[in-house]
């Protein structure tokens, strides 16, 4: 065989070999990776969605919970995976947006490590404290913290997190001194609340909704831009505090490198599940607004949702902030 066939054959494979391989995806398991324990806002999202997904693609996905580090372990994890399209990661703004600007040696890349698949949605914050708490409204709880300077404590899923800098945003603002306790992910964060441990936290409203409806956690203030038809009764924290806006984005995205014909299909599957009824009604339930859309329109949400942490971080000092 002459080197002009050989190098005509391997351009012809370099171009048919991913089509190959995408028309026959998925002929096995897929892995999600969600970077945060059972039981929080984000693994919540990702259980809904994935029996459609399952549907679309005819294999099972299988939830791979990966905890710790704000995300960075799980992320790190999919970072470093084999770019085949069997194994996806579950994100949001703390391990794209946040991390890159608050960690100075993070072991993964945004830019450079994956490739968008989806936004999926954007998820109601819910200012909640602990019943045994005498705070009713954001003003109550800005006029405690200020009776009682580094007295009140808030949780969250970790440094760095949503609801960590939610905190932070809400310190600033009401110019008042609270003092953060991290956790291992948001289900832990909280069960601390429950428990009493802490006095309150501003979390996704998936993963609060329940303890609230059940007594167990007395809704605050919405830290989105509008209430919510879940809980409409409860004001935002903007109605105080002008301006204010914690909310949070979820999306999926997969190594650098996986073929362009899977990430289509791993988009349409996620874009059926979120255009199902019964999942979009569930969802709104829960505070948690559907979204899909293209992968390029998840990329340029993720380079402008970055570029206003930047400034957040570096107004609240943040900013490269923490080593690992």
Not at 143 to 156: D, H, M, R, V
Not at 298 to 314: D, G, H, M, N, P
């Amino acid at each position: 065989m002459s080197a002009r066939i050989i190098v005509l054959l391997a351009v012809v494979l370099a171009i048919v070999g991913p089509q190959a391989s995408a028309q026959n995806y998925p002929n096995r398991p897929v892995r999600f990776i969600v970077p945060y324990p059972p039981g929080g806002g984000t693994d919540s999202v990702a259980r809904l969605l994935t029996p459609k997904l399952v549907e679309f693609l005819g294999e099972q996905v299988v939830i791979d919970n990966r905890g710790g580090a704000n995300a960075i372990i799980g992320s790190d994890l999919a970072a470093k995976a084999a770019p085949d399209g069997y194994t996806m990661l579950f994100c949001l703004q703390a391990n794209l947006a946040v991390n890159p600007v608050v960690y100075e040696n993070l072991p993964y890349n945004p830019a450079r490590d994956f490739a968008e698949v989806i936004h999926l949605d954007y998820v109601t914050m819910l200012l909640t404290v602990t019943p045994s708490l005498p705070v009713k409204t954001i003003d109550d709880l800005i006029a405690l913290a200020k009776k009682k300077p580094g007295e009140l404590n808030f949780s969250s899923s970790g440094h760095g997190s949503a609801a960590h800098l939610a905190g932070e945003m809400i310190k600033a603002a009401a110019k008042i001194d609270m003092v953060h306790v991290p956790f291992k992910g948001g289900g832990p964060a909280v069960t601390a609340v429950v428990a009493g441990q802490v006095q309150f936290s501003v979390g996704p409203m998936i993963s609060e909704i329940g303890h609230v409806k059940a007594g167990r956690l007395r809704a605050v203030a919405v830290a989105g831009t509008k209430r919510t038809p879940a809980l409409p009764d409860v004001p935002t924290i903007g109605e105080t505090l002008a301006g204010f806006d914690a909310s949070v984005w979820h999306g999926v995205v997969v190594p650098k490198g996986v073929p362009a014909a899977i990430i289509r299909k791993l988009n349409a599957g996620f874009n059926a599940a979120l255009n199902d009824s019964q999942v979009r009604e569930r969802m709104r339930d829960s505070g948690v607004e559907p979204a899909g859309g293209t992968p390029e329109a998840f990329a340029a949400l993720i380079r402008s949702t970055r570029t206003t942490y930047e400034k957040l971080l570096k107004q609240v000092g943040m900013a490269g902030s923490s080593k690992l």
